[in-house]
C-alpha cells in the first residue's frame, strides 16, 4: 500500500534555481545520489544521506543550461546540453565545464534521457530520436523533422517495457495533444490522436505514464481538475496510420479546478497516483496518493509553502549562503556568485514579497559582482529604498551608469532624517566636525585661516586685506547642514565613477531644494578642508579636495539658472563666489612665490659658474 513518509532535503544549498523552479532533478548512478540542474547555468550533485554537494559545474557567463543533466549508467558519466545545440560530457573529477568533451549537434535538443539498462537517448524538438552513441560518432549529421509546424513537445518519458526500451512523448497543437511512441526493438514510431472525452473541456497540466506488455496508461492531469486515462497499445496494428486513442476519466476532482499552475501527477504502482495541487476542501497547496481501483484518497499532506517551487525562508537561505562563502573558492567562483545574484532577483521579481537583503549584502561584499552582471540588483534597492544597499553598491561597483548614480542622490537628499537614523550606515567616510567646531568656538577664533580663505568679511579689492582678515565664524557654517549619516550617503556618490557628460543631463532633474542643500554640504567640506595646510579631510576614507570641487562645478553648471532664483541659495552664493575670489588670491600669491623660487634656483645655478666673490640683491614681494 502506498502511503507518505516524513520529508526530507534533497538540496538546500542550490540557491539559484529562479522564479522557474529546477530544470531537472535526475537519479545518478548511486542510489542516493541525484544531479540537481537550475534553470540557468548550474548543475549539482548531491548526497541525500550525507545532505551535502560532492560536486558543481557552471557553463560560462552568457550561456545557459537548455536541457537538464543526466547520468550515463553505462559509464558513470554526466551529461548536459547547453544553448540548445551544445552537448557536454564529464565526470567527478573534472572542474570546469568548458574543458570537458564538447560536440556541437545540428539541431535543437528537447531532452536528454537515461535510464538503467540501456543508453541514453537524445530527443530533438522537431520529434527525431537519436541514441547518444549514434550522435557522438556523428554529431553533425542531418535530424529530421518528425512533428508538423507550430507542434510543441509538451511532456515525455523514457521507460524499460521487459528489457526493451520504450520513448513516448506528447506534442500539442492549437489545443490539440498528440503522442509518439518509439519502440527501439523495432525502430517504429507510431502517432496517436488524443480525444477529449465527451465530458472534457480543459487544458492538460501533467502527464504521467505507465507500461505493461500489451498496453502504456497514459494519465493526465487536467485544468478541471480532474486524472483522464489513455491506453495505447505497446505492438500498434499499423504504425503508417494516424491513430485515435479517446481519453476517459479515471479520478474525478483530485485538485481543486482553478488550479492553473504548479500541480503534477505521478504514478507510483499499478493502483496508486501521487497528485500535486491545491486541495478541494481546503484550496491550500497539497500532496496527495489516491487510490485507482477505489476512487478513493488514501492519505494527504499539506505543503505550508505551496508548490510553486517551496526552494526556502530567507533566513534558511542566509544560513546557507553563509555556509557556501565560507567554503573554499572554486575557479568558477565569481560565475556562482553571479547566478545566485541572478536568480534571487529572479525570485524576488516572482515573489514581490521575498527580498534577502542580508544576502545580498554578502554576496556583494566578495568583491566580485559589478553593476553590469547583476543591474536588477541596485533597481531593486531604488525600488525598496534601501540606502544602506545603494551606499554598498556605490561603494563596490565601478561601472553604475550616471543615471543611476543621480537616482541614488535624489534617495539620498530627500530621505528624512528618522528613517535614517533607523538604518545602520558605514561611517567610515564621515568625521565628527562637532568637536573641532567647539574647540574654534572656545578659542573665540583668534587665529587666521590657513590657505588664505575666510568665510566671512566684506568685499575688499585688496587680496592682502583678505589674507590678513579674521574670521567671523557663523553657526550655518561651522556645524554640518547634514546629518551625519546623510554625509555619509552623499560622500559614496562623491567616491562614484562619472563622466561629465553624461551626467549633466540628470543633475538637471534634482529638485532645486536638494540641490542647494548638496551645495551647502559641498561648501561645508570645502571649509573643513581650509582648516589645514594639507587641504584634506579627517576621516578613513573622506571626500578629496577634487572631489568637492568637481561636485561643485558640476551643480552649479547643470542647475545654475534655478538656484540663482532661489532666496535660500542666495547666502550660499555670494559665500561660494567669495571662496572663488579668495581661491584667485591665494593662486596669484601662490603664483608670486613660485616665481620667486625659481629666481632663487637660477640665481643659484649662476653662482657655481661665477668667482669667488660676488654680491647678490633678491628682492622678495
Request: with cysteine.
Amino acid at each position: 500500500m502506498a502511503a507518505l513518509e516524513e520529508e526530507f532535503t534533497l538540496s538546500s544549498v542550490v540557491l539559484s534555481t529562479g522564479p522557474d523552479g529546477l530544470l531537472g532533478v535526475e537519479q545518478s548512478d548511486k542510489t542516493d545520489q541525484f544531479l540537481v540542474t537550475d534553470s540557468s547555468r548550474t548543475v549539482v550533485l548531491y548526497k541525500v544521506s550525507d545532505q551535502k554537494p560532492l560536486g558543481s559545474w557552471s557553463v560560462k557567463q552568457g550561456q545557459v543550461i537548455t536541457s537538464p543533466a543526466v547520468c550515463n549508467f553505462q559509464t558513470g558519466e554526466y551529461i548536459v546540453v547547453h544553448d540548445n545545440k551544445v552537448l557536454r560530457i564529464w565526470n567527478n573529477e573534472d572542474v570546469n565545464l568548458d574543458k570537458v568533451f564538447k560536440a556541437t549537434l545540428s539541431a535543437e535538443v528537447y531532452r536528454i534521457l537515461s535510464i538503467q539498462g540501456t543508453e541514453p537517448v537524445v530527443l530533438f524538438k522537431e520529434g527525431a530520436v537519436r541514441s547518444l552513441e549514434a550522435l557522438l560518432a556523428e554529431p553533425q549529421q542531418k535530424i529530421e523533422t518528425v512533428i508538423s509546424d507550430e507542434e510543441v513537445i509538451k511532456w515525455t518519458k523514457f521507460f524499460m517495457v521487459f528489457r526493451h526500451p520504450l520513448l513516448i512523448f506528447i506534442t500539442e497543437k492549437h489545443g490539440n495533444y498528440f503522442a509518439y511512441v518509439q519502440m527501439f526493438n523495432s525502430r517504429i514510431l507510431s502517432k496517436y490522436t488524443l480525444l477529449l472525452g465527451q465530458e472534457e473541456k480543459s487544458i492538460v497540466q501533467s502527464f504521467t505514464a505507465s507500461a505493461d506488455r500489451k498496453f502504456i496508461s497514459l494519465m493526465s492531469l487536467s485544468s478541471d481538475g480532474c486524472v483522464y486515462e489513455s491506453l495505447i497499445p505497446v505492438h500498434p496494428s499499423d504504425a503508417e496510420e494516424n491513430q485515435r486513442v479517446v481519453r476517459s476519466v479515471l479520478l474525478k476532482t483530485v485538485v481543486s479546478g482553478s488550479a492553473r499552475n504548479g500541480v503534477a501527477l505521478t504514478v507510483l504502482d499499478q493502483d496508486h497516483v501521487a497528485v500535486l495541487g491545491p486541495s478541494m476542501s481546503t484550496s491550500k497547496e497539497c500532496l496527495s496518493i489516491w487510490n485507482i481501483k477505489f476512487q478513493t484518497l488514501q492519505s494527504s499532506k499539506e505543503l505550508p509553502q505551496g508548490t510553486s517551487g517551496q526552494k526556502d525562508s530567507e533566513k534558511h537561505i542566509e544560513v546557507e549562503l553563509r555556509k557556501f562563502l565560507a567554503a573554499k573558492r572554486t575557479p568558477d567562483f565569481h560565475t556562482q556568485i553571479g547566478d545566485i545574484v541572478t536568480e534571487l532577483l529572479g525570485r524576488r521579481k516572482a515573489e514581490p514579497s521575498f527580498y534577502p537583503r542580508n544576502c545580498l549584502m554578502q554576496l556583494i561584499q566578495t568583491h566580485v559582482l559589478s553593476y553590469s552582471l547583476c543591474p536588477d540588483l541596485m533597481e531593486v534597492a531604488i525600488e525598496k529604498t534601501d540606502v544602506q544597499l545603494l551606499q554598498l553598491c556605490l561603494h563596490q561597483f565601478p561601472d553604475i551608469p550616471e543615471s543611476i548614480t543621480c537616482t541614488c542622490l535624489k534617495i539620498f537628499l530627500s530621505i528624512d532624517d528618522d528613517s535614517l537614523h533607523e538604518t545602520d550606515i558605514n561611517m567610515e567616510s564621515v568625521f565628527d566636525h562637532s568637536h573641532t567646531a567647539q574647540v574654534e568656538k572656545r578659542e573665540g577664533q583668534t587665529e587666521i585661516l590657513q590657505n588664505g580663505f575666510t568665510a566671512e568679511g566684506n568685499n575688499h579689492s585688496n587680496c592682502e586685506q583678505e589674507l590678513h582678515e579674521k574670521p567671523q565664524d557663523t553657526a550655518e557654517e561651522s556645524s554640518c547642514p547634514v546629518i551625519p549619516k546623510r554625509a555619509a550617503l552623499l560622500n559614496a556618490v562623491l567616491h562614484s565613477a562619472y563622466s561629465e557628460t553624461f551626467l549633466l543631463p540628470h543633475l538637471k532633474d534634482i529638485p532645486a531644494q536638494h540641490i542647494t542643500l548638496f551645495l551647502q554640504y559641498l561648501y561645508f567640506l570645502y571649509l573643513k578642508c581650509s582648516e589645514n595646510a594639507t587641504m584634506t579631510l579627517p576621516g578613513i576614507h573622506p571626500p578629496t579636495l577634487n572631489q568637492i570641487m568637481d561636485w561643485i562645478c558640476l551643480l552649479l553648471d547643470a542647475n545654475f539658472t534655478v538656484v540663482v532664483m532661489i532666496p535660500e541659495a542666495k547666502r550660499l552664493l555670494i559665500n561660494l563666489y567669495k571662496f572663488v575670489k579668495s581661491q584667485i588670491c591665494v593662486y596669484s600669491e601662490l603664483n608670486k612665490i613660485e616665481v620667486s623660487f625659481r629666481e632663487l634656483q637660477k640665481l643659484n645655478q649662476e653662482k657655481n659658474n661665477r668667482g669667488l666673490y660676488s654680491i647678490e640683491v633678491l628682492e622678495l614681494f
